[in-house]
């Protein structure tokens, strides 16, 4: 039977690398398909003092963003700076190649390989100038050097394991609760079997701290001024925990997690030395996820389900593990059949999923220019903060910005010596339509403007609305009442 395993993980291994070159032709690589984008473009316009400084608002840390600047300098090709994201996939292959396949065999490797390409954000992952991608890759490499340590406790898996850590730390939140979670489970094990290399773990977490150190202060400010999101329900606990698979569909989320415990009881009937890091790649998972809860019902909702790709990587290492160990061959096509169709399924929805974002990033790029084309128009940002998703984008309008002292904590004068726009006071957008009835005058906006104009809306996608000012009738007249 395992020459078959082998034969069925080599498929699923080739399928892999096709989707790999997918990621890097992909119409997706050309079009911005997610709001926060548009953000990423503006910020590494940047100075890298202004970036740091602006990063203390956003709501992931800095160094996904300092390598996207250093690329920057590199090439402004936007297609290019799309492949940055889908490299930590090619890293991927690698080393289920060279490391997992030595380790678990062709069907983990390949397995594992295509599971992390096709099932629920994970495409969208690789192809958005976002931090998701990167910050999975480091959370899975400490994952993977936590069992190393767990396996051999050597010095080199603790320094491994300590560095790609603190990278996941400082790339993405999410990786910062991963890392936490981690250390956790590493303590406990250590404790309870390996207490000679308690010394070991300390000055790992010790390294850890000081190196984050820099960078608490802001998160400890980002955690008090940033605004709710991803409010918890009975649906988003659902498909959170079950987004190694799916992304909105609760039905086919509690089916997966279902599949998900089926396969495990089968694994740990056939209990062997790996059933130890396996028990913790589960509990790595489902604390990180629990975490969020806990912030999300004590502090703020922080729940981002794009965020859960960094520990749904370590669950389907587990799930390929397990996969690769089962004996019994019934069991194990059983097992395969089951995964398979969470597979297919998985693919329906990421192609569903794909096309949606593309579409709508597509209507937006072709309405935003439209608008940059025309040199006798207007187009006023009516949100503050708003404003850092749309001042990358150069052209003939005239773009104003509602008035402000600070964007994202950057003064305002400072964005003015980076970026050729106008400001305008909230209560003077009317007049300034009244005075420019000549031009085309659009609107950027979260959600409706909040605007005394008739307005026809051009684009609402990606979170944000594009209006056109209906400017029939709108000049003053001498019997205008705001003439006077």
Same mark, same amino acid.
């Given at each position: 039977m395992e020459a078959n395993k082998n034969t069925i993980g080599q498929v699923f291994f080739a399928l892999s690398i096709l989707m790999l070159i997918y990621m890097l032709i992909s119409p997706l690589n050309q079009v911005l398909s997610n709001i926060?984008?548009?953000?990423?473009?503006?910020?590494?316009?940047f100075p890298m003092s202004d970036l740091l400084h602006i990063l203390g608002g956003e709501t992931n840390p800095p160094l996904y963003f300092l390598l996207l600047k250093a690329m920057s300098k590199l090439t402004s090709d936007f297609a290019i700076l799309k492949v940055f994201s889908a490299i930590p996939y090619a890293i991927i292959l690698i080393l289920s190649t060279l490391k997992l396949r030595r380790d678990y065999g062709w069907l983990t490797a390949g397995l594992f390989a295509f599971a992390l390409a096709v099932m629920s954000e994970f495409l969208i992952t690789y192809s958005l100038l976002r931090p998701y991608s990167w910050a999975m890759l480091f959370t899975l490499l400490a994952f993977i050097f936590f069992k190393d340590i767990i396996s051999t406790a050597d010095k080199k898996s603790f320094v491994l394991f300590t560095v790609f850590s603190i990278l996941a730390s400082y790339t993405h939140y999410y990786g910062l609760i991963a890392t936490i979670v981690l250390y956790l489970i590493l303590l406990f094990h250590i404790l309870t079997y390996d207490k000679d290399k308690i010394k070991y773990w300390g000055i790992s977490l010790v390294a850890t701290i000081v190196l984050y150190a820099p960078w608490i202060p802001t998160l400890i400010k980002l955690l008090g001024s940033m605004n709710p999101m991803g409010k918890l329900t009975s649906d988003s606990i659902v498909q959170s925990l079950a987004h190694f698979a799916y992304s909105g569909d609760t039905l086919l989320s509690v089916i997966t997690l279902i599949v998900f415990i089926a396969i495990l009881a089968v694994y740990l009937k056939e209990k062997d030395n790996d059933t130890q890091f396996v028990l913790y790649g589960t509990i790595a998972y489902f604390a990180t996820i629990a975490v969020v809860f806990l912030i999300s019902i004590i502090l703020?909702?922080? !729940?981002?389900?794009?965020? +859960? *790709? %960094?520990? #749904?990587? @370590?669950?389907?290492? =587990?799930?390929?593990?397990?996969?690769?160990?089962?004996?019994?061959?019934?069991?194990?096509?059983?097992? !395969?059949?089951?995964?398979? +169709? *969470? %597979?297919? #399924?998985? @693919?329906?929805?990421? =192609?569903?999923?794909?096309?949606?974002?593309?579409?709508?990033?597509?209507?937006?790029?072709?309405?935003?220019?439209?608008?940059?084309?025309?040199?006798?128009?207007?187009? @006023?940002?009516?949100?503050?903060?708003?404003?850092?998703?749309?001042?990358?984008?150069?052209?003939a309008t005239d773009m104003y910005c509602v008035s402000q002292d600070y964007i994202y904590g950057e003064n305002i004068n400072r964005l003015h010596e980076i970026f050729d726009f106008k400001t305008v006071d909230k209560d003077n957008i009317t007049s300034l339509a009244r005075n420019n009835t000549g031009k085309n005058i659009y609107l950027i906006s979260w959600g409706n403007p909040d605007v005394d104009l008739n307005v026809t809306k051009v684009s609402n996608e990606l979170g944000t609305t594009i209006s056109k000012v209906n400017t029939t009738g709108l000049a003053y007249d001498e019997y205008d009442e705001y003439y006077y």
């Open positions: 926060s984008e548009f953000f990423t473009l503006t910020l590494i316009n703020k909702p922080i !729940l981002l389900t794009t965020g +859960l *790709v %960094l520990a #749904s990587a @370590i669950l389907w290492l =587990i799930i390929s593990i397990m996969m690769g160990k089962i004996k019994s061959r019934r069991t194990f096509l059983i097992s !395969l059949a089951l995964i398979c +169709l *969470v %597979l297919i #399924s998985g @693919i329906g929805t990421m =192609i569903a999923t794909s096309n949606d974002a593309y579409q709508s990033g597509l209507k937006q790029n072709e309405a935003l220019d439209e608008i940059l084309k025309d040199n006798n128009s207007i187009t @006023i940002i009516t949100n503050p903060g708003l404003a850092m998703y749309y001042l990358d984008f150069d052209g």
